[in-house]
């Protein structure tokens, strides 16, 4: 019960920030304001998000990790971890489909937010990593598994870019299956175009 009072709080919190945003502008948005909008102290605002920055922050590597980790031991590295991306990203994109797009539009124009969401994606990167060599059983700075952390982390960044592009009208599924495809096989996978009738 009390998790899902504070999971509530965040939610509340963390929406209301993106309704101001996306209304008055993200620089023209104060804590105080957010804090207001959302009914809580702001001292109680920055025990959930420390930072402005935050706010606006991917809160899901919890998720993914945890469904990471149920996959089983013997099952091949990169088979773990398409399941568990699936499996957490079609969670998520149920419950959270605008959250998901609204956050998205905002990260990807507002310059300080972007600079925030590339030390997010190096730390879900690192965070990857250190999962992968434990589940490997190996030491850390694995060359193999800092490569595989590197390219799933920005094939996930990529396929989220992609859907941003259109609004979010295709199908970030397929996106993420593609991106992953293609991360897992290389340029094996890539079809090539089919020259035009007048070439």
Excluded at 148 to 160: E, F, G, H, K, Q
Excluded at 183 to 190: D, L, P, Q
Aim: charged content about 30%; proline content about 4%; hydrophobic content about 45%.
């Amino acid at each position: 019960m009390r998790e899902r009072k504070k999971r509530a709080t965040r939610v509340a919190i963390q929406r209301a920030a993106l309704a101001l945003f996306l209304a008055k502008g993200y620089d023209e948005t104060t804590t105080e304001e957010i804090a207001r909008a959302a009914d809580v102290s702001p001292s109680t605002l920055f025990n959930y998000f420390p930072t402005k920055e935050a706010l606006v922050a991917d809160d899901y590597d919890p998720l993914f990790i945890n469904l990471l980790e149920t996959r089983p031991l013997d099952e091949p590295m990169f088979t773990s971890i398409r399941k568990a991306l699936e499996a957490g990203l079609a969670q998520v994109v149920a419950e959270d489909h605008e959250f998901l797009l609204t956050r998205a539009r905002l990260a990807f124009k507002v310059p300080a937010l972007r600079a925030a969401a590339a030390l997010d994606r190096e730390r879900s990167e690192l965070l990857l990593r250190a999962i992968l060599t434990r589940r490997a059983g190996g030491a850390e700075g694995s060359f193999e598994i800092k490569v595989v952390s590197a390219l799933v982390v920005s094939a996930m960044t990529t396929a989220m870019e992609a859907w941003f592009d259109a609004d979010g009208k295709s199908e970030l599924m397929e996106l993420v299956g593609r991106a992953l495809e293609i991360t897992e096989f290389g340029a094996a996978s890539v079809t090539p175009a089919k020259p035009s009738l007048g070439q």
